[in-house]
């Protein structure tokens, strides 16, 4: 696929606001690699989470009653991938605390 150079992806916070806990982009082992610039939005259970820009759902796995922070529960967690225009991939996991 040829991506345009102006495509640009303006991201939007994926949960309100008031309804998150706080930003972090260190504490989870799962932040290297590719990852890297991952950033976890930690907020309550059942809070509302959208897309943070527009695109198209290309994965869903949600098979998983079982999770946690440690890098063991990796393969476990359920999440939804995202494919935007310019040809970026946005992944939200839902982590069991």
Same mark, same amino acid.
């Given at each position: 696929?040829?991506?345009?150079?102006?495509?640009?992806?303006?991201?939007?916070?994926? *949960?309100?606001?008031?309804?998150?806990?706080?930003? #972090?982009?260190?504490? !989870?082992?799962?932040?290297?690699?590719?990852?890297? @610039?991952?950033?976890?939005?930690?907020?309550?259970?059942?809070?509302?989470?959208?897309?943070?820009?527009?695109? *198209?759902?290309?994965?869903?796995?949600?098979?998983? #009653?079982?999770?946690? !922070?440690?890098?063991?529960?990796?393969?476990?967690? @359920?999440?939804?991938?995202?494919?935007?225009?310019?040809?970026?991939?946005?992944?939200?996991?839902?982590?069991?605390?």
């Amino acid at each position: 696929m040829m991506l345009s150079k102006s495509i640009i992806n303006k991201y939007k916070l994926p *949960i309100p606001e008031d309804q998150f806990q706080y930003i #972090d982009r260190t504490s !989870s082992p799962a932040h290297f690699g590719r990852l890297r @610039n991952a950033i976890d939005f930690v907020a309550d259970k059942e809070t509302l989470v959208l897309a943070a820009a527009d695109g *198209i759902v290309t994965y869903v796995k949600d098979d998983s #009653d079982i999770g946690g !922070s440690n890098p063991i529960y990796w393969n476990y967690s @359920n999440f939804i991938v995202i494919m935007h225009p310019n040809g970026e991939y946005s992944r939200y996991d839902l982590r069991l605390q």
